[in-house]
Structures are given as C-alpha cells and as structure tokens.
T-cell receptor, first 113, second 114 residues
Framework: TQLLEQSPQFLSIQEGENLTVYCNSSSVFSSLQWYRQEPGEGPVLLVTVVTGGEVKKLKRLTFQFGDARKDSSLHITAAQPGDTGLYLCAGGRSGGGADGLTFGKGTHLIIQP | DTGVSQDPRHKITKRGQNVTFRCDPI?????LYWYRQTLGQGPEFLTYFQNEAQLEKSRLLSDRFSAERPKGSFSTLEIQRTEQGDSAMYLC????????????FGSGTRLTVV
C-alpha cells in the first residue's frame, strides 16, 4: 500500500510570513500533484510534477519533486489570507492500468491577517 | 467548459435505504473517477472509467456499491443498504489524459446516513 504523509497537519501563521509543507513517502510515484481544497468543495489542482528534482513556480508558490520521486514540498512566500485552505498532495501510481491517485491527509493552513 | 457537475450536493438518508449520485464530467474528458472523503482524511480512490469501461475498482468498493458510465458520458454511483459508515463526501473527477495531467473535481455529494 502506497502512503503519503503530510506535515505539518495544521499550520497557522501571520500574513506576510513564509512557510513550507511537506509530503513524504517510502514509495516511488510516477507523478505528484498538489491540490487546494476549501470547505464543502472539491479539491482544485495547483500543479503536477513528473520528473525527479523538478521545481515549478506558481506566483508565490514553489513546488519541488524529490530526486527519487518519493517526496515533495510546497513553499509559499509572503502568505496571504486567500492562501487559507487544505493543501493535499497526491501521488500517481503506474503500471497495470492503474490510474488512481493516492492522497495524503492534507495540511490545514490558516493565514491570519 | 462548465466543469464537473455532481448531483445532489447533499443527501440525508436513513440506514438501509439505497441512494444514487450522478456525475457529469467535462465533455471532452474520457476518464472519470470516483473518490470518497471522510472528515480529516484525504480523498480515497473508489473506481475509474475510461469511456464506458470500468477499468479499476478499489477494495473500498464493497458489493453494496456499484458505478456505471453507460454511454461514456455521465456516471452514477449507487450505494445499496446504506450504513452509517457510508457517511462521507463523494467526489467525482474527470481527466483527459490520466493522472499525470491532473484531475478536475466536482464539488461533491455530501451523504449523511442517519
């Protein structure tokens, strides 16, 4: 069974601060995705990374896929209240026709004004 | 592109009743997925379709659950003889090219079994 551990589970910081959340596994994934979810809504895709060591930037968000494709991090610079939400990482399985994602439990992020 | 639509948004049912949820994916997406999310957890994979073919089912999908996508467009997820443990958010997602390119999720159906 492939598991993704996210840390921290909860994070509350002041507007303007920087933060990093982590997604770790002992398994190798074919791809790694980050989603943000708000209460009562479905997750919204932020980014997909597929190559070990890959770094992608989305405005103030920087995503990195580990060299061995087992872990990932999300760094937010100068956090804003609009960044508040549940951040989920999800790993893609490969082979044998498998096409489902394995999700972590998420990091609940609160940015206080 | 109107996104992924799920109906109903909320469903309250008595234990033992059958319920059916509907998902309308993005029209050009040939892959459709069902996930279940309980409080404090990330979404858990249930099943996926490529066009009308159901290609994978999770062990979470007991024999009380059945999913269909008869014409390769919309999909239904039926739960028979509901149990309190079935209470969860049921999420549908669609994709044009599979997991590596990301999913578009619907807003989900919140099921409460009383």
């Amino acid at each position: 069974t492939q598991l993704l551990e996210q840390s921290p589970q909860f994070l509350s910081i002041q507007e303007g601060e920087n933060l990093t959340v982590y997604c770790n596994s002992s398994s190798v994934f074919s791809s790694l995705q980050w989603y943000r979810q708000e209460p009562g809504e479905g997750p919204v895709l932020l980014v997909t990374v597929v190559t070990g060591g890959e770094v992608k930037k989305l405005k103030r968000l920087t995503f990195q896929f580990g060299d061995a494709r087992k872990d990932s991090s999300l760094h937010i610079t100068a956090a804003q209240p609009g960044d508040t939400g549940l951040y989920l990482c999800a790993g893609g399985r490969s082979g044998g026709g498998a096409d489902g994602l394995t999700f972590g439990k998420g990091t609940h992020l609160i940015i206080q004004p | 592109d109107t996104g992924v639509s799920q109906d109903p948004r909320h469903k309250i049912t008595k234990r033992g009743q059958n319920v059916t949820f509907r998902c309308d994916p993005i029209s050009e997406h040939n892959r459709l997925y069902w996930y279940r999310q309980t409080l404090g957890q990330g979404p858990e994979f249930l099943t996926y379709f490529q066009n009308e073919a159901q290609l994978e089912k999770s062990r979470l999908l007991s024999d009380r659950f059945s999913a269909e996508r008869p014409k390769g467009s919309f999909s239904t997820l039926e739960i028979q003889r509901t149990e309190q443990g079935d209470s969860a958010m049921y999420l549908c997602a669609s994709s044009r090219r599979g997991q590596s390119y990301g999913y578009t999720f619907g807003s989900g159906t919140r099921l409460t079994v009383v």
